[in-house]
């Protein structure tokens, strides 16, 4: 299938339609001028290198040169060829804190979209790699199975709402337990659990199940979402918020970041601990970690590359530009 990589290159050609008008009357001025100064054969004794048809055909020669190289940049594909891969990465699993305590706004826009925009820096950099969704707070359940469709995750990911479990509470015992048996389900050697939580109202023996899953081969790495400072818990309804949570004496509740549990659960797992300030900065230094890992080596895949007829259409124009700017063989002068 005949195809263009970079079709708005091709709105270029428009400007070819006044650039002509352009040159067309330059040519019918020039004439003019010559017809005014003296009988046109005789200038063309008078001034041997003056020539009307070279300097059409010069014009021409510009046209078809800026045509050609206007597709050229939008690279012209045609036919396809089969390459086999081996896909290099690593399974990580994204357990998101997911309990109302991650509405709280003490991390612009709020704990949860600061979360999720880091999950999606993150996984826009993990090529080759498969992610996997794992939601939880009283409860812990597997959103998106592994997999190295970026697209789909993304997607799952965008849905993700503390409003999505009705079981409050953070428990990370059972999201690493659901961890744990999806990897299980896998044959994979380098196996990765990146929770992210505020590590409030804790509840279960997180410690000892990270050191469980490290037992089983899995790295158990955690993100801090929040501030030691805390923040009020906004009640949201369909996405809008209605007020703040209060305790029973009507007294604002203030949800605080517990790091020095999400410190202990990544030291017993045997990843490490990262507060989250800056999406992107963080993202990277989470992917510095990563790379210390060492990959898994998926399946082979066989790609489809389309086949490029650019170096097609730059050759012969760079030929034309020799033969214009009078390099050709025979030429004794730059002279039109």
């Not at 009507?250 to 800056?278: D, R």
């Amino acid at each position: 299938m005949f195809d263009f990589e970079k079709v708005s290159c091709l709105w270029w050609i428009i400007a070819l339609i006044p650039l002509s008008g352009v040159l067309t009357g330059y040519f019918r001025y020039r004439n003019k001028a010559v017809e005014k100064f003296g009988n046109p054969e005789l200038m063309k004794k008078l001034i041997p290198d003056f020539s009307e048809q070279k300097h059409k055909n010069h014009g021409i020669r510009m046209g078809i040169i800026g045509l050609m190289g206007i597709l050229a940049l939008a690279n012209p594909q045609w036919g396809e060829s089969n390459e086999n891969v081996t896909r290099k990465g690593i399974d990580i699993l994204i357990a998101m804190d997911i309990s109302r305590s991650m509405w709280a706004e003490d991390v612009a826009p709020s704990r949860i979209q600061k979360a999720k925009l880091f999950v999606q820096r993150l996984s826009e950099k993990l090529g080759g790699s498969r992610l996997g969704l794992i939601v939880f707070a009283g409860d812990a359940y597997l959103e998106t199975p592994l997999t190295a469709d970026m697209g789909a995750f993304k997607l799952f990911l965008k849905s993700v709402s503390p409003d999505m479990l009705s079981e409050q509470g953070t428990a990370i015992d059972k999201a690493i337990e659901t961890a744990i048996i999806a990897f299980d389900k896998q044959k994979s050697s380098s196996k990765v659990l990146l929770i992210i939580s505020d590590g409030e109202n804790h509840e279960g023996d997180a410690d000892k199940m990270a050191a469980k899953a490290q037992s089983k081969g899995i790295l158990v790495y955690t993100v801090g979402v929040g501030t030691t400072k805390g923040g009020n818990v906004p009640l949201v309804e369909m996405g809008r918020k209605v007020g703040v949570k209060t305790d029973e004496n009507g007294e604002m509740v203030i949800s605080k970041l517990n790091e020095e549990m999400l410190q202990t659960v990544a030291g017993e797992g045997g990843g490490s601990y990262l507060l989250l300030n800056n999406e992107i900065a963080d993202s990277k230094k989470m992917l510095s970690a990563f790379d210390k890992i060492e990959k898994n080596e998926y399946q082979k895949v066989q790609l489809k590359n389309k086949k490029s007829w650019f170096p097609a259409l730059v050759i012969p124009l760079f030929l034309i530009l020799l033969w214009d700017s009078g390099l050709r063989p025979g030429r004794k002068n730059n002279k039109l």
